[in-house]
């Protein structure tokens, strides 16, 4: 069982190598050598083989003026970027398999150390990475500045001259858990982006204690004081016969379900040119900016966030997770050990310092848990040092967060703030994303860059509540076996299942309403632009 796991794991591993070159191979007008008067990037790869070094130099370039290269380029992109994902998916399959406690052979240990640890897994996802990197690198810049000024539009419309007359729009949420209820008002900041309206918020239905002391307000010019007497309810799309009613409001609670086009996963068509060429994942960059926005910390909270992680000698590189428990595994989810999080973890790490023994391997934890998870991870990995945000020990022992009435006090509303701040700062982050908090992490992460080498959930695959389903467009065509889905090429599947397991693969329905799993490396998203009245000039 041993060797033709180990030979079907060889075997696919040479695939990723044969995909990486193909990427190459099949866009040589988005990735060669090019004269010197147009945009070029020339790097060096280095290659481990018998223990020598050898450089291998390859040149990434496209001509600034050609649409066509950079289509091009972002093709080769994001078909690098599948290889990796799919080489580290692998990576991780044959270290759960070789788990520490399996009886192994003498000569199944001496493959696993050859599989885990050189070629072809680290050594073809680190070059991998790297030229993903590159392309990023070269790229950041422009998104940035496409992030400053989408925050300013947003804060253009959130702060208008003259609040009385300016229209507004009233989000209604129901009573849900800080993460939860900042995804709701989220899809209002959406509506009232696509609507070009004021978004106003009741805070006197928000759970947690002093919100509004934490981060920063969403308007400084408007307030629930400046509604009028009228305020009418929106069901859906701005029809003509509310564009003249100053107020609406949108209501969000669970008996209502409003027909907005402006939810999660649309993104505003303006955009549109731009974004796909910088950024892999369009979807998490514009919630990205809109979680962003919502929960901007107070200066004193950024001081306060500075102090934790001096304390905890918190410096760049670090990894984080947060383990989300207690009243979470009631319905919602499973419980996870801290193995099943420490293994992305490990594999990191591996990765970016491999057995360098002065470097001190340190794990950042967040968790309503804490005074179960910190000594059972101590225990599993005593060479990694694991921090938290906690005044002291006895803190830890009595763990306030346990309770969801203890969660909603301030004090703990600013530990939680302090924590998104360090989670999405760290530069790998494991999570799981049916927590709200471990996707809000996320996105935050994904608002300043492409964050998509340093994101892992271990159990669902991104998605947004009372967004848009996640939908894909067939690459190739798939004939499916029993309890698989088939379907061809251009073909469109919807996603019914946002649960991830295993992560290569998919469960959705085709369009002749068949149901089943299909492999994920046979589709690609389809992303959904629609007109945001708020960003209708051009960038």
Not at 185 to 204: E, F, H, P, Q
Not at 503 to 532: C, D, I, W
Request: one cysteine or more; charged letters at 25%; a neutral charge.
């Amino acid at each position: 069982m041993e060797n033709k796991i180990l030979k079907l794991l060889l075997v696919t591993s040479l695939s990723f190598n044969v995909t990486f070159l193909y990427s190459f191979l099949m866009f040589p007008n988005g990735l060669q050598e090019r004269p010197q008067s147009s945009w070029s990037h020339t790097f060096q790869i280095p290659e481990v083989r018998n223990c020598n070094h050898h450089q291998a130099s390859l040149s990434v370039g496209f001509n600034k003026t050609s649409t066509k290269d950079q289509f091009t380029l972002v093709k080769a992109r994001s078909l690098i970027k599948r290889a990796y994902l799919e080489a580290f998916g692998v990576n991780k399959f044959v270290r759960k398999y070789f788990r520490k406690d399996l009886d192994l052979t003498k000569k199944a240990v001496m493959e696993k150390d050859y599989l885990t640890n050189y070629l072809p897994f680290n050594d073809l996802t680190r070059k991998m990475k790297f030229l993903v990197d590159v392309i990023h690198n070269e790229s950041q810049k422009e998104l940035s500045d496409l992030g400053n000024e989408v925050q300013s539009r947003i804060h253009k419309l959130q702060n208008p001259s003259d609040c009385k007359t300016a229209k507004k729009l009233v989000c209604k949420f129901p009573y849900c858990g800080f993460g939860c209820q900042h995804h709701h008002i989220g899809n209002c900041l959406l509506a009232a982006l696509g609507t070009n309206r004021v978004m106003l918020v009741d805070y006197s239905n928000v759970r947690y204690l002093g919100i509004q002391k934490v981060f920063l307000p969403l308007s400084d010019t408007c307030s629930m004081e400046d509604l009028p007497k009228q305020v009418d309810e929106w069901k859906g799309d701005l029809q003509e016969s509310y564009e003249h009613i100053q107020a609406v409001s949108l209501d969000l609670t669970p008996e209502n379900n409003p027909n907005t086009r402006f939810k999660g996963l649309t993104i505003p068509k303006l955009l549109q040119e731009k974004i796909e060429f910088l950024h892999d994942d369009p979807n998490m960059w514009w919630i990205g900016q809109i979680m962003g926005y919502l929960l901007r910390p107070k200066p004193w909270i950024s001081v306060r966030v500075q102090q934790i992680k001096k304390k905890l000698n918190l410096t760049h590189p670090y990894v984080s997770i947060h383990v989300r428990r207690t009243d979470k595994l009631m319905i919602e989810a499973r419980k996870f050990e801290v193995d099943e999080y420490m293994d992305p973890v490990v594999a990191w790490y591996d990765s970016q310092v491999g057995n360098a023994s002065n470097y001190t391997r340190r794990v950042y934890v967040a968790s309503d848990d804490l005074a179960s998870v910190i000594p059972d991870a101590r225990n599993k990995y005593p060479d990694y040092d694991f921090v938290y945000n906690a005044v002291d020990d006895k803190k830890l022992l009595k763990d306030m967060r346990q309770t969801v009435q203890s969660r909603q006090t301030e004090d703990e509303l600013v530990a939680l703030a302090c924590d998104l701040t360090i989670l999405s700062e760290s530069d790998y982050f494991v999570g799981t994303y049916s927590s709200n908090i471990g996707r809000l992490v996320t996105q935050l992460m994904h608002s300043s860059s492409d964050a998509t080498f340093r994101s892992r959930s271990i159990d669902h695959r991104m998605h947004y509540h009372r967004g848009l389903p996640l939908t894909y467009r067939a690459v190739e065509d798939f004939s499916g076996g029993k309890g698989e889905l088939s379907f061809s090429a251009g073909e469109t599947i919807v996603l019914t299942s946002s649960v991830e397991s295993p992560s290569y693969k998919g469960f959705g329905r085709n369009e002749a309403g068949h149901e089943g799993s299909f492999p994920m490396y046979k589709v690609e998203q389809m992303l959904t632009f629609v007109q945001y009245l708020a960003l209708n000039d051009t960038f």
